[in-house]
């Protein structure tokens, strides 16, 4: 199961809307070991695509590089799908190198780009771990402070 605070997935959702029509991507990283997404680092979405993402090289290599150096890793690695369903394609499984992250999708598809939507957002997450994907579920909470040292 995903547990992220709701400042982490209002910032996740936000930066889709933001990005539509090109898929947005970003990580959200913790400290190592604690499966805790915490720093939310929204990335440039290199392909400037309505349907593919792709992180700059030069980017990346900086941000492991500095989670490296604060002890933390990748526990939310997200992007927006804009016009299909948030379910990683072929494309995202083949992408899928880190398998001990939350692969997060955010579909922003029939107007849900919009901030003045009020319908739910399609938010969901997955394992891909060798290229078998599979759901979990998603709990949002104000925040971790009840959740004591995981």
């Known amino acids: 199961m995903l547990i992220i605070d709701s400042a982490g997935y209002d910032a996740i959702v936000a930066h889709a809307r933001r990005d539509h029509p090109d898929e947005a991507c970003g990580v959200v990283a913790g400290p190592a070991g604690s499966d805790r997404p915490e720093r939310f680092i929204p990335m440039l979405n290199a392909a400037m695509s309505p349907t593919f993402y792709e992180f700059d090289s030069g980017d990346l290599l900086r941000l492991y590089k500095e989670m490296d150096d604060r002890d933390e890793e990748p526990v939310v690695i997200y992007h927006s799908h804009t016009a299909t369903e948030a379910y990683p394609s072929r494309t995202d499984i083949n992408l899928a190198q880190e398998p ?51």
Request: proline share 6%; hydrophobic share 30%.
């Open 100 to 150: 001990g992250a939350h692969y997060v999708l955010v579909s922003t598809r029939d107007g849900a780009d919009s901030p003045s939507y009020d319908g739910p957002v399609e938010f969901r997450s997955y394992r891909i771990i060798d290229g078998a994907v599979t759901e979990e579920d998603v709990k949002i909470v104000p925040d971790y402070s009840n959740l004591g040292d995981n």
